[in-house]
Protein backbone atom coordinates (compact mmCIF):
# COMPACT_ATOMS: atom_id res chain seq x y z
CA UNK A 1 0.00 0.00 0.00
CA UNK A 2 0.84 3.54 -1.12
CA UNK A 3 1.97 5.60 2.12
CA UNK A 4 0.26 8.50 0.59
CA UNK A 5 -3.07 5.92 1.23
CA UNK A 6 -5.07 6.10 3.93
CA UNK A 7 -5.88 2.82 5.16
CA UNK A 8 -9.45 1.58 5.57
CA UNK A 9 -10.35 1.37 8.73
CA UNK A 10 -14.01 2.55 9.51
CA UNK A 11 -17.25 0.67 8.96
CA UNK A 12 -20.37 2.16 9.17
CA UNK A 13 -21.37 1.79 12.72
CA UNK A 14 -17.94 3.69 13.42
CA UNK A 15 -18.90 6.54 11.45
CA UNK A 16 -22.31 7.07 12.40
CA UNK A 17 -20.78 7.19 15.91
CA UNK A 18 -18.32 9.45 14.89
CA UNK A 19 -20.97 12.11 13.43
CA UNK A 20 -23.05 11.94 16.40
CA UNK A 21 -20.18 12.38 18.93
CA UNK A 22 -18.77 15.62 16.82
CA UNK A 23 -22.30 17.11 16.22
CA UNK A 24 -23.60 17.06 19.71
CA UNK A 25 -21.80 19.78 21.71
CA UNK A 26 -22.42 22.16 24.69
CA UNK A 27 -25.01 23.97 22.05
CA UNK A 28 -28.20 22.85 22.50
CA UNK A 29 -27.66 23.57 26.56
CA UNK A 30 -26.59 26.98 25.73
CA UNK A 31 -29.03 27.97 22.66
CA UNK A 32 -32.19 25.38 24.28
CA UNK A 33 -33.53 28.36 26.33
CA UNK A 34 -32.89 30.88 23.97
CA UNK A 35 -34.63 29.42 21.19
CA UNK A 36 -37.48 28.91 23.72
CA UNK A 37 -37.30 32.70 24.73
CA UNK A 38 -37.43 33.64 20.57
CA UNK A 39 -40.61 31.69 19.81
CA UNK A 40 -42.46 33.16 22.78
CA UNK A 41 -42.90 30.07 24.86
CA UNK A 42 -44.04 28.93 21.97
CA UNK A 43 -43.03 25.09 22.22
CA UNK A 44 -43.76 23.29 18.75
CA UNK A 45 -42.00 26.20 17.13
CA UNK A 46 -39.39 25.59 19.31
CA UNK A 47 -39.15 22.39 18.16
CA UNK A 48 -39.93 23.36 14.64
CA UNK A 49 -36.82 25.21 14.93
CA UNK A 50 -34.71 22.47 15.79
CA UNK A 51 -35.86 20.27 12.93
CA UNK A 52 -35.17 22.95 10.59
CA UNK A 53 -31.64 23.49 11.13
CA UNK A 54 -31.38 19.61 11.44
CA UNK A 55 -32.82 19.24 7.90
CA UNK A 56 -30.20 21.75 6.70
CA UNK A 57 -27.47 19.98 8.17
CA UNK A 58 -27.83 16.71 6.12
CA UNK A 59 -28.19 18.42 3.26
CA UNK A 60 -25.39 20.30 3.34
CA UNK A 61 -23.01 17.66 4.98
CA UNK A 62 -24.58 14.91 1.81
CA UNK A 63 -23.26 17.28 -0.68
CA UNK A 64 -20.02 17.62 1.03
CA UNK A 65 -20.51 13.76 1.04
CA UNK A 66 -20.78 13.53 -2.57
CA UNK A 67 -17.85 16.38 -3.45
CA UNK A 68 -15.93 14.04 -0.59
CA UNK A 69 -16.64 10.85 -2.78
CA UNK A 70 -14.98 12.05 -5.88
CA UNK A 71 -11.75 13.31 -4.31
CA UNK A 72 -11.14 10.70 -1.18
CA UNK A 73 -7.88 12.79 0.14
CA UNK A 74 -10.18 16.28 1.19
CA UNK A 75 -9.71 16.77 4.94
CA UNK A 76 -12.05 19.33 6.00
CA UNK A 77 -13.75 22.50 4.68
CA UNK A 78 -10.46 23.85 3.36
CA UNK A 79 -9.68 20.80 1.09
CA UNK A 80 -13.38 20.89 0.00
CA UNK A 81 -13.12 24.53 -1.16
CA UNK A 82 -9.75 23.98 -2.90
CA UNK A 83 -11.12 20.98 -5.11
CA UNK A 84 -14.11 22.79 -5.74
CA UNK A 85 -12.69 26.39 -6.82
CA UNK A 86 -8.92 26.26 -6.25
CA UNK A 87 -6.15 27.40 -4.05
CA UNK A 88 -6.94 30.88 -4.01
CA UNK A 89 -10.69 30.46 -2.62
CA UNK A 90 -9.02 27.59 0.06
CA UNK A 91 -6.73 30.33 1.45
CA UNK A 92 -10.01 33.02 2.21
CA UNK A 93 -12.02 29.96 3.84
CA UNK A 94 -8.62 28.57 5.79
CA UNK A 95 -7.69 32.28 6.75
CA UNK A 96 -11.21 33.04 7.91
CA UNK A 97 -11.53 29.99 9.59
CA UNK A 98 -7.99 30.82 11.38
CA UNK A 99 -8.48 34.59 12.03
CA UNK A 100 -12.66 34.78 12.97
CA UNK A 101 -14.23 30.84 13.40
CA UNK A 102 -12.02 28.94 15.21
CA UNK A 103 -11.38 31.51 18.13
CA UNK A 104 -14.03 33.21 18.02
CA UNK A 105 -15.98 29.79 18.90
CA UNK A 106 -13.56 28.87 21.50
CA UNK A 107 -13.43 31.44 23.10
CA UNK A 108 -17.33 32.06 23.80
CA UNK A 109 -17.22 28.54 24.84
CA UNK A 110 -14.49 29.43 27.28
CA UNK A 111 -17.48 32.38 28.66
CA UNK A 112 -20.33 29.56 28.41
CA UNK A 113 -18.28 27.48 30.68
CA UNK A 114 -17.68 30.02 33.42
CA UNK A 115 -21.40 31.05 33.19
CA UNK A 116 -22.61 27.44 33.30
CA UNK A 117 -19.91 26.80 36.28
CA UNK A 118 -21.15 30.19 38.01
CA UNK A 119 -24.50 29.10 37.70
CA UNK A 120 -23.38 25.64 39.49
CA UNK A 121 -21.65 27.36 42.62
CA UNK A 122 -24.38 29.70 43.32
CA UNK A 123 -22.73 32.73 41.76
CA UNK A 124 -24.35 35.68 39.36
CA UNK A 125 -23.07 35.61 35.93
CA UNK A 126 -24.52 38.00 34.19
CA UNK A 127 -27.68 40.56 34.60
CA UNK A 128 -28.02 41.23 31.20
CA UNK A 129 -31.18 43.45 30.73
CA UNK A 130 -31.45 44.93 34.18
CA UNK A 131 -28.40 46.22 35.18
CA UNK A 132 -26.41 45.42 31.53
CA UNK A 133 -23.28 43.74 33.15
CA UNK A 134 -21.56 40.48 33.54
CA UNK A 135 -20.24 39.94 36.54
CA UNK A 136 -15.80 40.07 37.11
CA UNK A 137 -15.92 36.23 38.36
CA UNK A 138 -17.65 34.61 34.83
CA UNK A 139 -15.07 36.91 32.69
CA UNK A 140 -12.06 36.12 34.77
CA UNK A 141 -12.66 32.04 35.06
CA UNK A 142 -13.77 31.90 31.40
CA UNK A 143 -10.16 33.89 30.77
CA UNK A 144 -8.88 31.31 32.98
CA UNK A 145 -10.60 28.60 31.01
CA UNK A 146 -9.40 30.09 27.42
CA UNK A 147 -5.90 30.37 28.28
CA UNK A 148 -6.05 26.84 30.05
CA UNK A 149 -7.30 25.34 27.43
CA UNK A 150 -4.41 27.00 24.91
CA UNK A 151 -1.62 25.82 27.26
CA UNK A 152 -3.09 22.23 27.82
CA UNK A 153 -2.90 21.69 23.56
CA UNK A 154 -0.07 23.30 23.33
CA UNK A 155 2.39 21.61 25.67
CA UNK A 156 0.58 18.36 26.31
CA UNK A 157 -1.72 17.37 22.33
CA UNK A 158 -2.00 14.16 23.63
CA UNK A 159 -3.83 15.13 27.19
CA UNK A 160 -5.51 17.77 24.93
CA UNK A 161 -6.55 14.70 22.69
CA UNK A 162 -7.88 12.50 25.75
CA UNK A 163 -9.62 15.00 27.31
CA UNK A 164 -11.68 15.37 24.05
CA UNK A 165 -13.09 11.81 23.90
CA UNK A 166 -13.98 11.56 28.12
CA UNK A 167 -15.62 14.72 27.78
CA UNK A 168 -18.17 13.68 24.30
CA UNK A 169 -18.67 10.63 26.45
CA UNK A 170 -19.86 12.76 29.60
CA UNK A 171 -22.27 15.68 27.17
CA UNK A 172 -24.58 12.52 25.92
CA UNK A 173 -25.84 11.83 29.55
CA UNK A 174 -27.93 14.85 30.54
CA UNK A 175 -29.19 14.99 26.88
CA UNK A 176 -30.07 11.16 27.06
CA UNK A 177 -31.17 11.43 30.49
CA UNK A 178 -33.60 14.29 30.09
CA UNK A 179 -34.58 13.66 26.41
CA UNK A 180 -36.48 10.05 28.53
CA UNK A 181 -37.11 10.79 31.75
CA UNK A 182 -38.44 14.82 31.43
CA UNK A 183 -40.91 13.89 28.84
CA UNK A 184 -42.46 10.92 30.82
CA UNK A 185 -41.78 13.99 34.09
CA UNK A 186 -43.85 16.60 32.44
CA UNK A 187 -46.48 14.43 30.85
CA UNK A 188 -47.46 12.64 34.23
CA UNK A 189 -47.44 15.80 36.04
CA UNK A 190 -49.50 18.05 33.34
CA UNK A 191 -46.44 20.41 33.47
CA UNK A 192 -46.03 19.68 29.43
CA UNK A 193 -50.02 20.45 29.02
CA UNK A 194 -49.50 23.54 31.17
CA UNK A 195 -46.78 24.96 28.48
CA UNK A 196 -48.41 24.15 25.22
CA UNK A 197 -51.83 25.69 26.23
CA UNK A 198 -49.26 28.54 26.61
CA UNK A 199 -49.89 29.55 22.89
CA UNK A 200 -53.79 30.23 23.68
CA UNK A 201 -53.16 32.78 26.80
CA UNK A 202 -53.69 36.46 26.32
CA UNK A 203 -49.82 36.86 27.33
CA UNK A 204 -48.85 34.94 24.62
CA UNK A 205 -51.10 36.96 21.93
CA UNK A 206 -49.98 40.42 23.71
CA UNK A 207 -46.24 38.83 23.35
CA UNK A 208 -46.47 38.03 19.91
CA UNK A 209 -48.76 41.18 18.58
CA UNK A 210 -47.21 42.43 15.46
CA UNK A 211 -45.13 39.75 14.57
CA UNK A 212 -45.33 37.50 11.98
CA UNK A 213 -46.22 33.98 12.75
CA UNK A 214 -43.10 32.93 12.37
CA UNK A 215 -40.70 35.38 12.59
CA UNK A 216 -39.29 33.58 16.32
CA UNK A 217 -38.75 30.83 14.07
CA UNK A 218 -36.49 32.64 11.71
CA UNK A 219 -34.48 34.14 14.58
CA UNK A 220 -34.17 31.07 16.35
CA UNK A 221 -32.88 29.08 13.29
CA UNK A 222 -29.94 31.84 13.04
CA UNK A 223 -29.35 31.23 16.91
CA UNK A 224 -29.74 27.36 16.91
CA UNK A 225 -27.27 26.91 14.20
CA UNK A 226 -24.67 26.91 16.82
CA UNK A 227 -25.82 23.87 18.34
CA UNK A 228 -24.98 21.94 14.79
CA UNK A 229 -22.11 23.41 14.27
CA UNK A 230 -19.65 20.65 13.33
CA UNK A 231 -20.99 18.60 11.17
CA UNK A 232 -18.49 19.70 8.24
CA UNK A 233 -15.72 17.83 10.62
CA UNK A 234 -17.78 14.33 10.02
CA UNK A 235 -17.32 14.53 6.52
CA UNK A 236 -13.63 14.44 6.39
CA UNK A 237 -13.15 11.07 7.26
CA UNK A 238 -14.08 9.42 3.81
CA UNK A 239 -10.69 8.75 3.17
CA UNK A 240 -10.43 6.35 5.92
CA UNK A 241 -13.99 5.28 5.25
CA UNK A 242 -14.67 1.71 3.93
CA UNK A 243 -17.36 1.68 0.55
CA UNK A 244 -17.19 5.36 1.60
CA UNK A 245 -19.42 6.11 -1.28
CA UNK A 246 -22.00 4.27 0.03
CA UNK A 247 -21.52 4.16 3.98
CA UNK A 248 -20.54 8.34 3.89
CA UNK A 249 -24.00 9.64 3.38
CA UNK A 250 -25.62 6.89 5.14
CA UNK A 251 -23.73 7.56 7.95
CA UNK A 252 -24.69 11.25 7.75
CA UNK A 253 -28.60 10.80 7.38
CA UNK A 254 -28.67 8.64 10.04
CA UNK A 255 -25.78 10.49 12.53
CA UNK A 256 -27.21 13.75 11.88
CA UNK A 257 -31.35 12.25 12.20
CA UNK A 258 -30.21 10.86 15.62
CA UNK A 259 -28.85 14.05 16.62
CA UNK A 260 -32.02 15.88 15.30
CA UNK A 261 -33.98 13.76 16.84
CA UNK A 262 -32.66 13.97 20.37
CA UNK A 263 -32.36 17.62 20.26
CA UNK A 264 -36.26 17.86 19.83
CA UNK A 265 -36.76 15.76 22.42
CA UNK A 266 -34.51 17.41 24.81
CA UNK A 267 -36.05 21.08 23.71
CA UNK A 268 -39.34 19.19 24.05
CA UNK A 269 -38.57 17.94 27.91
CA UNK A 270 -38.10 21.84 28.67
CA UNK A 271 -41.64 21.32 29.45
CA UNK A 272 -41.51 19.82 32.05
CA UNK A 273 -40.52 22.88 33.84
CA UNK A 274 -44.53 23.60 33.85
CA UNK A 275 -44.16 27.76 34.05
CA UNK A 276 -43.37 29.09 30.58
CA UNK A 277 -42.50 32.25 31.96
CA UNK A 278 -39.66 31.12 34.29
CA UNK A 279 -38.59 28.90 30.31
CA UNK A 280 -38.32 32.56 28.75
CA UNK A 281 -36.96 33.98 32.04
CA UNK A 282 -33.59 32.26 31.30
CA UNK A 283 -33.05 34.82 28.53
CA UNK A 284 -30.61 35.34 26.68
CA UNK A 285 -28.55 32.53 27.21
CA UNK A 286 -31.02 29.68 28.79
CA UNK A 287 -27.81 28.74 30.74
CA UNK A 288 -29.84 28.34 34.22
CA UNK A 289 -33.06 26.41 32.27
CA UNK A 290 -31.30 22.99 32.34
CA UNK A 291 -30.61 23.21 35.76
CA UNK A 292 -33.98 24.36 36.85
CA UNK A 293 -35.50 21.40 34.54
CA UNK A 294 -33.19 18.99 36.00
CA UNK A 295 -33.67 19.41 39.24
CA UNK A 296 -37.31 19.48 38.81
CA UNK A 297 -37.40 16.06 37.48
CA UNK A 298 -34.37 14.75 39.75
CA UNK A 299 -34.09 16.15 42.72
CA UNK A 300 -31.40 19.35 43.55
CA UNK A 301 -28.82 16.79 44.54
CA UNK A 302 -29.03 14.82 41.31
CA UNK A 303 -30.09 17.79 39.34
CA UNK A 304 -26.82 19.76 40.46
CA UNK A 305 -24.37 16.51 39.39
CA UNK A 306 -26.19 16.37 36.19
CA UNK A 307 -25.26 20.11 35.70
CA UNK A 308 -22.09 19.46 36.41
CA UNK A 309 -22.07 17.23 33.41
CA UNK A 310 -23.21 20.15 31.20
CA UNK A 311 -20.55 22.02 32.64
CA UNK A 312 -17.80 20.08 31.49
CA UNK A 313 -19.06 18.88 28.52
CA UNK A 314 -18.87 22.89 27.44
CA UNK A 315 -15.48 22.33 28.11
CA UNK A 316 -14.78 19.86 26.01
CA UNK A 317 -16.47 21.78 22.65
CA UNK A 318 -14.31 24.52 23.81
CA UNK A 319 -10.96 22.06 23.62
CA UNK A 320 -12.18 20.90 20.25
CA UNK A 321 -12.40 24.11 19.12
CA UNK A 322 -9.10 24.86 20.47
CA UNK A 323 -7.89 22.38 19.09
CA UNK A 324 -8.90 23.49 15.76
CA UNK A 325 -7.48 27.14 16.31
CA UNK A 326 -4.14 25.74 17.08
CA UNK A 327 -3.22 24.61 14.20
CA UNK A 328 -5.37 26.65 11.89
CA UNK A 329 -2.02 28.81 10.85
CA UNK A 330 0.31 25.69 9.89
CA UNK A 331 -2.39 24.73 7.53
CA UNK A 332 -1.99 28.07 5.63
CA UNK A 333 1.89 27.45 6.05
CA UNK A 334 1.20 23.62 4.71
CA UNK A 335 0.26 25.18 1.54
CA UNK A 336 2.90 27.92 1.15
CA UNK A 337 0.45 30.27 2.10
CA UNK A 338 -0.27 33.29 4.80
CA UNK A 339 2.32 35.35 6.80
CA UNK A 340 5.73 33.43 7.28
CA UNK A 341 4.81 29.67 5.94
CA UNK A 342 8.62 28.55 6.77
CA UNK A 343 8.08 29.88 10.53
CA UNK A 344 4.72 29.02 11.44
CA UNK A 345 5.01 25.61 10.05
CA UNK A 346 7.64 24.39 12.18
CA UNK A 347 6.92 21.52 14.54
CA UNK A 348 8.71 21.60 17.95
CA UNK A 349 10.66 18.75 18.37
CA UNK A 350 10.07 18.22 22.01
CA UNK A 351 6.44 17.58 22.18
CA UNK A 352 5.63 17.35 18.21
CA UNK A 353 3.42 19.68 18.21
CA UNK A 354 2.92 23.21 16.08
CA UNK A 355 3.57 25.51 18.58
CA UNK A 356 3.94 28.61 16.84
CA UNK A 357 0.85 27.86 15.13
CA UNK A 358 -0.82 27.62 18.67
CA UNK A 359 0.52 30.70 19.98
CA UNK A 360 -1.38 32.84 16.87
CA UNK A 361 -4.17 31.28 17.54
CA UNK A 362 -4.25 31.89 21.92
CA UNK A 363 -3.38 35.42 21.07
CA UNK A 364 -6.24 35.62 18.53
CA UNK A 365 -8.58 33.43 21.11
CA UNK A 366 -7.83 36.33 23.50
CA UNK A 367 -8.56 38.48 21.15
CA UNK A 368 -12.31 37.62 20.54
CA UNK A 369 -12.50 36.97 24.24
CA UNK A 370 -12.06 40.58 24.76
CA UNK A 371 -14.23 41.47 21.66
CA UNK A 372 -17.17 39.00 23.14
CA UNK A 373 -17.12 40.21 27.15
CA UNK A 374 -16.87 44.40 26.09
CA UNK A 375 -19.05 44.66 23.21
CA UNK A 376 -21.51 41.74 23.35
CA UNK A 377 -21.71 40.76 26.60
CA UNK A 378 -22.63 44.41 27.92
CA UNK A 379 -19.47 45.01 30.42
CA UNK A 380 -17.42 46.26 31.84
CA UNK A 381 -19.24 49.20 33.15
CA UNK A 382 -15.98 51.79 31.98
CA UNK A 383 -16.99 50.64 28.23
CA UNK A 384 -20.31 52.55 29.05
CA UNK A 385 -23.03 51.99 25.99
CA UNK A 386 -20.16 51.32 23.36
CA UNK A 387 -21.58 47.75 23.84
CA UNK A 388 -25.01 49.23 22.71
CA UNK A 389 -24.07 49.93 19.12
CA UNK A 390 -25.20 47.19 16.73
CA UNK A 391 -22.83 48.31 14.22
CA UNK A 392 -20.25 46.64 16.57
CA UNK A 393 -22.16 44.68 18.61
CA UNK A 394 -23.12 41.81 16.64
CA UNK A 395 -23.23 38.29 18.33
CA UNK A 396 -19.93 36.98 16.79
CA UNK A 397 -20.44 33.48 18.20
CA UNK A 398 -24.14 32.96 15.54
CA UNK A 399 -23.13 34.91 12.70
CA UNK A 400 -19.88 33.58 12.19
CA UNK A 401 -21.54 30.26 11.88
CA UNK A 402 -23.69 31.85 9.11
CA UNK A 403 -20.74 32.97 7.42
CA UNK A 404 -19.27 29.73 6.96
CA UNK A 405 -22.36 28.54 5.63
CA UNK A 406 -22.41 31.37 3.06
CA UNK A 407 -19.39 30.22 1.77
CA UNK A 408 -20.49 26.83 1.12
CA UNK A 409 -22.53 28.81 -1.24
CA UNK A 410 -19.93 28.85 -4.11
CA UNK A 411 -18.35 25.48 -3.51
CA UNK A 412 -22.00 23.65 -4.11
CA UNK A 413 -21.95 26.05 -7.22
CA UNK A 414 -18.66 24.89 -8.16
CA UNK A 415 -19.87 21.05 -8.09
CA UNK A 416 -22.27 21.68 -10.85
CA UNK A 417 -19.79 22.46 -13.22
CA UNK A 418 -17.00 20.51 -12.66
CA UNK A 419 -18.04 16.64 -11.75
CA UNK A 420 -19.90 16.28 -15.05
CA UNK A 421 -19.60 12.61 -13.99
CA UNK A 422 -22.16 12.60 -11.32
CA UNK A 423 -25.72 11.94 -12.53
CA UNK A 424 -28.56 14.49 -11.95
CA UNK A 425 -29.27 14.00 -9.02
CA UNK A 426 -26.09 14.51 -7.64
CA UNK A 427 -24.61 17.40 -10.05
CA UNK A 428 -28.27 19.35 -9.71
CA UNK A 429 -30.23 18.99 -7.15
CA UNK A 430 -28.45 18.42 -4.32
CA UNK A 431 -25.75 21.14 -4.58
CA UNK A 432 -29.08 23.71 -5.63
CA UNK A 433 -30.89 22.29 -2.72
CA UNK A 434 -27.93 23.25 -0.62
CA UNK A 435 -27.43 26.74 -1.96
CA UNK A 436 -30.98 27.14 -0.71
CA UNK A 437 -30.32 25.83 2.41
CA UNK A 438 -27.64 28.03 3.49
CA UNK A 439 -29.62 31.09 1.60
CA UNK A 440 -32.11 30.50 3.85
CA UNK A 441 -29.29 30.26 6.94
CA UNK A 442 -28.29 33.69 5.63
CA UNK A 443 -32.04 35.09 5.13
CA UNK A 444 -32.66 34.07 8.81
CA UNK A 445 -29.73 36.04 10.09
CA UNK A 446 -30.62 38.90 8.30
CA UNK A 447 -34.17 38.85 9.84
CA UNK A 448 -32.86 37.64 13.54
CA UNK A 449 -29.73 40.41 13.44
CA UNK A 450 -30.65 43.41 11.68
CA UNK A 451 -28.96 45.09 8.94
CA UNK A 452 -26.97 47.39 11.22
CA UNK A 453 -25.49 43.60 12.58
CA UNK A 454 -25.03 42.02 9.34
CA UNK A 455 -23.40 45.21 7.97
CA UNK A 456 -21.34 46.08 10.24
CA UNK A 457 -20.02 42.05 10.33
CA UNK A 458 -19.16 42.33 6.65
CA UNK A 459 -17.20 45.70 7.05
CA UNK A 460 -15.63 43.80 9.57
CA UNK A 461 -14.88 40.99 7.60
CA UNK A 462 -13.87 42.93 4.82
CA UNK A 463 -10.60 44.15 6.72
CA UNK A 464 -10.13 41.02 8.09
CA UNK A 465 -9.99 39.14 4.16
CA UNK A 466 -7.86 42.49 3.39
CA UNK A 467 -4.93 41.63 5.65
CA UNK A 468 -5.07 37.86 4.31
CA UNK A 469 -4.63 39.09 0.87
CA UNK A 470 -1.48 40.93 1.85
CA UNK A 471 0.08 37.98 3.17
CA UNK A 472 -1.58 35.21 0.97
CA UNK A 473 1.47 35.28 -1.22
CA UNK A 474 4.54 36.46 0.60
CA UNK A 475 5.64 32.92 1.62
CA UNK A 476 5.86 32.09 -2.20
CA UNK A 477 7.30 35.62 -2.90
CA UNK A 478 10.23 35.53 -0.30
CA UNK A 479 11.30 31.55 -2.15
CA UNK A 480 11.49 33.12 -5.17
CA UNK A 481 14.24 36.11 -3.86
Known sequence: MSNNTMEKRYGLPTAISMVIGIVIGSGIFIKGGKVLALTHGNMLQGVLVVAIVGLICIICSLVFAELGSKFEKV????????????????????WFMTTIYYPCLAAILAFFSAVFFCELLGIPAMDFFVSG???????????????????????????????????????????????????????????????????????????????????????????????????????????????????????????????????????????????????????????????IAFSKVFGNVIGTIVYAFIAIGCLGVMNGLIMGSCRGMYSLSARKLGPRPEFYGQVDEQNNFVIKSGIIGMILGGFWYAWTAVLWMYGPDFMGGLHSCEWIGWEPDEISVINLYAMYIPMFAAIMFKCKDFGFFKRFVLPILGMLCCLFMCYCCWVGKGYKQIFGYLIFLAIVLGIGAIFKNSGKRKAKK
Open 75 to 94: NGVVDYAEVALGEGYAYYVG
Open 133 to 291: TVSSQALGLGAGFLMLGYGVNMLSPKLAGKLQVSMTVIKLVPLLLMAVVGIIFGLRTGATARVLDYVNTAAYKDAVAGQSAFSGVLSGVAAFAFAYEGWIIATTINAELKNAKRNLPIALILGSLFCTVLYCLYIFAMSCVGDVGTIIGTWPLGEALPR
